[in-house]
């Protein structure tokens, strides 16, 4: 892989980018490398001097490194001697220049992005079971758990965001591609549109789930409207539109459709019955519940339009994933299946047994009732979780471990203090990856929206002590939610993941220790 010179002037001019530029000898400098991590900075690269605390002195180190040209939008007098390009937004020209010095290798992918709240996870893993089926394997996953490259064991690892920066997306692309893979499922956040992470990607499919308050703080969103306008964006950059006809704010995510794309183009889903009056477009599929237990869910999907009906794709499925709300992700999921080119037959057996880790993972007990460990991180899924645990169970006693990270998601602890107040009968408040805020601070800030009457609490710190509490007070008849980290093996603390045995892990180990 390389970039010239000319190339980057090209690119960056063409997108109105480019403020000026200062070449040292040749425009014909060809870059072999590309890096905004001065620590990863190889001889002939291209750096880009990028965030909010990015220093001065890290562009010295990539100059020591090997980096012989740099992209900023100021020019630094520690870069003397280079090439540089100053630009209006480094970020938005580190997604072009990307793009570009990997070959731009979206263009041999199918792509597929996934928006909401809540459920993009849950969704992205669906569709890759199934077009798995389609093309033998051979779908790419980037998610907030695991990031799936290819075929072999290190083509699989743990990811950091749940969308990556730029740089890392388009070699993670690059990657995929030449490990022979032809569709790519990603999670799209509003943190990737706010940071220009997907600058000048066009998606084959785009999904918009459902909206409601969450990410909004001093270090992400301003306010409800900048997070409602950033998930937007992915169904502005979508050839083909599929939303979820129940969301909130439904006229103005289907306005955001149709600003790029044909209504033929866009479709709609909804379960059965639900009928809005305000809604004037109508819904071309429709899901109904069967059957949902704490072993499998059964619901049906039946086309509704007349262009819903050219996708073979009706009929009734079964999920391994419990929880009647995965109707709505697999719903969604599987409209993408068949715009795709899959039959109902493939999704059916591609859906069957999908399973996430961190996602609704049980364990069941002799003496402790049932044990749920799930990702449900805001008030919505939350609400969810509980309200489907309760419907389950005849009047169960729900005993709940969470926390909320620090440094972001300020907006999620009100949320939680009510959902919390709303459905749970008592709750440990614990550590849940801080970062560099204090951990009790935040405990206390959810434990002082909670109307105590109602739910009782418990503030402890130590998440595996809490978990341990949770399950041995635990009756035959409890419910004991694990909720907020899922799968994850660390615990972001002061800049450093700290290793963290996980949720599913600990539990396992507290069962076994009470009923050897």
Known sequence: MNISLNTCILILKEHHLLKSSAVQDTIQTIMEAVSYDSRDVQNNSLFFCKGAGFRPTYLTMAKENGAIAYVAEQPYPEGTGMHALIVRNVSKAMALLSAAF???????????????????????YFLKGMLDQLNGGRTALLSSVDNI?????EDTFKSSLTTPESLDLFRDMRRAVDNGMTHMVMEVSSQAYKKSR????????????????????????????????????????????????ETDRFADVYAAATTTTNPDSIYLFARDGFENPDLKKPIDFRYKSVETDLAETKFTLTTASSKAHKLPISGEYTLQMIGDFNETNATGAIIGAGLAGMSYED?????????????????????????VVDYAHNKASMLALMRFMRREFTTPRVIVVVGAPGDKGISRRPGFSESLTAEADKAYLTTDDPGFENAQDICEEIDAGIDHSKCETVIELDREKAIKEAISEAGPD??????????????KIRGVDTPYAGDIVIARQVIQELEK
């Open 102 to 124: 990997y070959s731009f290798p979206q263009d041999d992918l199918f792509l597929v992005g996934f928006t909401g709240t809540k459920g993009k996870t849950t969704s992205a």
């Open 149 to 153: 490259l290819g075929p072999a064991p």
């Open 198 to 245: 997907v600058f000048g990607l066009t998606y084959d499919l785009g999904f918009f789930l459902n909206i409601s308050p969450d990410h909004i703080g001093v270090n992400e969103h301003p306010n409800f409207e900048d997070y409602l306008h950033c998930k937007l964006q992915l169904l502005v950059n979508s050839r083909k539109c599929i939303i979820n006809a």
């Open 347 to 371: 999704c059916a057996k591609g859906i069957r047994h999908v399973t996430i880790p961190g996602r609704m993972e049980t364990v069941t007990t002799q003496k402790h009732g049932l044990i």
């Open 478 to 491: 409890d419910v004991v939610l694990l909720c907020g980290k899922g799968a994850d093996a660390f615990q």
